[in-house]
């Protein structure tokens, strides 16, 4: 028999899920991807360094500051840029207002629906206006962070090679830590409800990739680091993993050692849970999860130890930046050079890598980007393979419909993977 | 979805063959000349305005503009029937006639094409949502630059990849409004939108992006010597780049009575003919520079 889903809404992006399953057994199970292409790294070949940064945003109308942060990330290392640590803690600032904003965006509004049973959030947010509200509330403290810093939330502004054009002021951060402590109180209330939601048990046995760093839960910074042991630098991820096109596909999967594997927030708690401090530490400890984890559905819990990590984390940031010059963070001056540079930052979804290679007049000659969905795809095929056993017994109807649950809680981003 | 139910329940004279009509326009008073019929009609209608969002090949960064609007939007949403919207609803459209209908991004697979033809069939009115669906966006810089080939650089096996030259849609369909902007400003939508929804198409005043600007407190780019399309840019963005430091290059289209000639002319001493040339191409701006340049020439 044939699973066939044409359209699964609530996620970014066009996609559907086409299983083959002959007596009991799985033969295929595949994404399939319906997005049109946009050809991003095509169109910045032959362009100025300058417009990276603004074109490459533009994959991802819910993650642009990653898009962003990396772009510009990878330029500097091409053309030897370095940047004041007022500059890097603004952008890890971003990066977690990021982070708030999508988490709540999926956690709530794309994937709780699908863990009670209901059919659209019309339905949801007249069932449950308080949570509704926190949702909402959580949601505009990340957007707040990004627009102070970025200058807009959809496609900010100020961030470009070298540093920032504009600082906040003094009184916009001031009330950001305002916004932090209500913020923190409101996801730690949004904790304790998504705790009580049942979710399905399944596991199946994968490697979780994630930037790790020394001390820190590490967004901005950090190695290459695996739950099977790999520990390489940023610098020698495309040797290490391995980008390949099937033919018709407008997706380039990635693989290591041939396998698929999994990023995003299930994988950095797995690989990054030491690290965590405070509130969110508790939170994850109340969970009672035992090490490594291999339910593809507690990612939606993942995010929410994420939601509190991160909240306390732009706390802790907004803090340290009242008591620094933030003039340092302005654009210097540097010199446009040739070079080939890197850059891998913690999207929302998972790590996002850039290369770049431009002239010595700041041309860009070559561009590769690879997205957290186009690693991940591959896994949650392998996954759904061995789920659906697990759900044949249902009506299609319902079997359908704990497909798109489990499709949604991976939170795949198909704008991104195409691009 | 749940509906706001309007119940009519009145005393009303109905020819017996205008019964089922009115049921579904709503109640209407007719005076009928021959067989006339006092009945009591106890009548649910519906009144919301069918709208759909639709999302072809993009960033979805416009829908998230308007989610982006919280509370705002949520109540927004009260107001009418969401018969597609994709980013928020499970259930698949079942292809109803609509009032409104918002396309975001460009057609550039088959499927694209027949939606966005479909839509329009659907629907009495419909708009433009943002950059790309209005002027081409970022995936019109493909047609400046190498076109076809550029999918070269990208992929190895081109084979059997929907790869044609980005147009706006009102290449496909007639737009009767744009929300404008990469993205589209939240602000502006819910200005605009409420008179949509009564069928009338707004229009957006002819002010550039100065205005606005000014109002601002922004010192002028132009003192300190650098480039800024703003005054040939049509305004209601809140000048939110120049504010943020950055040059205003164009997302939202030239105004109508703006001056491109002149604008070029003052443009020349701060950025070189192929800087601003490769900056009119990141919002598809290029070809409608290219084209108002034409119309100067013949007037």
């Known amino acids: 028999m044939n699973i066939k889903i044409n359209h699964i809404a609530k996620m970014e992006g066009h996609a559907g899920f086409m299983a083959s399953v002959l007596d009991g057994d799985v033969k295929s199970a595949k994404i399939e991807v319906q997005e049109g292409i946009r050809l991003i790294e095509g169109v910045l070949i032959g362009r100025e360094y300058k417009d990276m940064p603004i074109v490459a945003q533009r994959i991802c109308g819910i993650c642009p500051v990653v898009h962003n942060l990396t772009a510009i990330k990878a330029l500097e290392n091409a053309m030897g840029v370095a940047v004041s640590q007022e500059t890097e803690k603004l952008r890890t600032l971003l990066e977690c207002g990021q982070i708030i904003h999508s988490h709540a965006l999926h956690l709530f509004f794309l994937s709780l629906a699908d863990f009670l049973d209901i059919d659209n959030d019309i339905e949801l947010v007249k069932k449950y206006p308080e949570e509704t509200k926190k949702a909402i509330r959580i949601r505009e403290f990340g957007m707040e962070i990004v627009k102070v810093i970025g200058g807009r939330?959809?496609?900010?502004?100020?961030?470009?090679?070298?540093?920032?054009?504009?600082?906040?002021?003094?009184?916009?951060?001031?009330?950001?830590?305002?916004?932090?402590?209500?913020?923190?109180?409101?996801?730690?209330?949004?904790?304790?409800?998504?705790?009580?939601?049942?979710?399905?048990?399944?596991?199946?046995?994968?490697?979780?990739?994630?930037?790790?760093?020394?001390?820190?839960?590490?967004?901005?910074?950090?190695?290459?680091?695996?739950?099977?042991?790999?520990?390489?630098?940023?610098?020698?991820?495309?040797?290490?993993?391995?980008?390949?096109?099937?033919?018709?596909?407008?997706?380039?999967?990635?693989?290591?050692?041939?396998?698929?594997?999994?990023?995003?927030?299930?994988?950095?708690?797995?690989?990054?849970?030491?690290?965590?401090?405070?509130?969110?530490?508790?939170?994850?400890?109340?969970?009672?999860?035992?090490?490594?984890?291999?339910?593809?559905?507690?990612?939606?819990?993942?995010?929410?130890?994420?939601?509190?990590?991160?909240?306390?984390?732009?706390?802790?940031?907004?803090?340290?930046?009242?008591?620094?010059?933030?003039?340092?963070?302005?654009?210097?001056?540097?010199?446009?050079?040739?070079?080939?540079?890197?850059?891998?930052?913690?999207?929302?979804?998972?790590?996002?890598?850039?290369?770049?290679?431009?002239?010595?007049?700041?041309?860009?000659?070559?561009?590769?980007?690879?997205?957290?969905?186009?690693?991940?795809?591959?896994?949650?095929?392998?996954?759904?393979?061995?789920?659906?056993?697990?759900?044949?017994?249902?009506?299609?109807?319902?079997?359908?419909?704990?497909?798109?649950?489990?499709i949604r809680a991976y939170d795949p981003c198909i704008s991104c993977a195409v691009h | 979805m749940a509906k706001k139910i309007i119940k009519v329940k009145k005393e009303i004279v109905v020819k017996k063959k205008q019964k089922k009509k009115s049921a579904k326009e709503g109640v209407k008073k007719t005076k009928g000349p021959i067989k006339e019929k006092k009945i009591s009609v106890k009548e649910e209608c519906i009144k919301k305005p069918k709208v759909a969002i639709i999302s072809l090949t993009s960033c979805e960064g416009c829908q998230f503009a308007l989610l982006d609007l919280g509370q705002k939007f949520l109540d927004l949403v009260e107001k009418i029937e969401m018969v597609d919207f994709r980013l928020l609803e499970d259930e698949e459209d079942a292809g109803m006639d609509l009032d409104l209908v918002l396309i975001e991004g460009n057609p550039v697979t088959e499927e694209n094409v027949k939606t966005l033809i479909s839509a329009r069939k659907r629907s009495k009115l419909l708009c433009a949502l943002g950059n790309c669906a209005a002027m081409g966006g970022i995936p019109e810089i493909k047609n400046y630059q190498e076109g076809k080939n550029t999918i070269k650089h990208v992929y190895r096996y081109i084979h059997g990849i929907s790869n044609p030259p980005i147009k706006e849609i009102d290449n496909f369909v007639k737009v009767d409004f744009v929300f404008r902007g990469c993205p589209i400003s939240g602000e502006e939508f819910l200005k605009y939108f409420p008179e949509l929804l009564r069928g009338n198409i707004p229009t957006i005043p002819d002010q550039p992006v100065c205005l606005e600007c000014k109002k601002k407190g922004n010192k002028c780019l132009f003192l300190d010597k650098k480039p800024c399309f703003g005054p040939?840019?049509?305004?209601?963005?809140?000048?939110?780049?120049?504010?943020?430091?950055?040059?205003?290059?164009?997302?939202?289209?030239?105004?109508?009575?703006?001056?491109?000639?002149?604008?070029?002319?003052?443009?020349?001493?701060?950025?070189?003919?192929?800087?601003?040339?490769?900056?009119?191409?990141?919002?598809?701006?290029?070809?409608?520079?290219?084209?108002?340049?034409?119309?100067?020439?013949?007037v």
């Open chain 1, 153 to 406: 939330v959809v496609h900010p502004l100020t961030n470009e090679v070298g540093g920032f054009k504009k600082i906040p002021d003094q009184e916009a951060l001031k009330n950001l830590l305002i916004f932090s402590k209500e913020a923190l109180g409101v996801s730690l209330e949004l904790g304790e409800f998504f705790r009580k939601i049942k979710i399905p048990d399944f596991e199946r046995e994968t490697e979780y990739v994630a930037l790790s760093k020394n001390g820190e839960y590490s967004i901005y910074g950090g190695d290459i680091v695996s739950s099977r042991g790999l520990h390489i630098p940023v610098e020698k991820f495309e040797s290490n993993f391995l980008e390949l096109q099937k033919q018709q596909e407008v997706i380039k999967r990635m693989e290591h050692d041939g396998k698929s594997y999994m990023v995003g927030a299930i994988a950095r708690i797995n690989i990054n849970r030491n690290k965590l401090k405070g509130e969110s530490y508790r939170y994850l400890a109340s969970l009672g999860w035992k090490f490594p984890d291999f339910n593809p559905f507690h990612n939606i819990l993942a995010q929410m130890v994420e939601l509190i990590h991160f909240t306390e984390e732009a706390q802790k940031i907004i803090r340290e930046l009242l008591n620094l010059n933030l003039e340092n963070a302005l654009t210097k001056e540097y010199k446009i050079k040739a070079g080939s540079g890197v850059a891998a930052v913690e999207a929302p979804r998972g790590t996002l890598y850039y290369h770049v290679e431009v002239d010595e007049k700041g041309y860009i000659k070559n561009v590769n980007i690879i997205t957290p969905t186009a690693q991940f795809l591959s896994n949650l095929e392998d996954d759904i393979a061995e789920y659906i056993p697990h759900i044949m017994g249902l009506s299609d109807g319902k079997r359908q419909r704990k497909l798109r649950g489990f």
């Open chain 2, 232 to 298: 040939m840019i049509i305004g209601g963005c809140d000048a939110v780049c120049p504010t943020a430091g950055m040059m205003c290059q164009g997302c939202r289209g030239l105004r109508p009575g703006g001056n491109v000639k002149a604008m070029k002319a003052t443009l020349k001493t701060m950025m070189t003919d192929e800087e601003f040339e490769n900056t009119t191409e990141i919002y598809g701006l290029r070809d409608d520079i290219e084209e108002a340049e034409r119309r100067q020439k013949i």
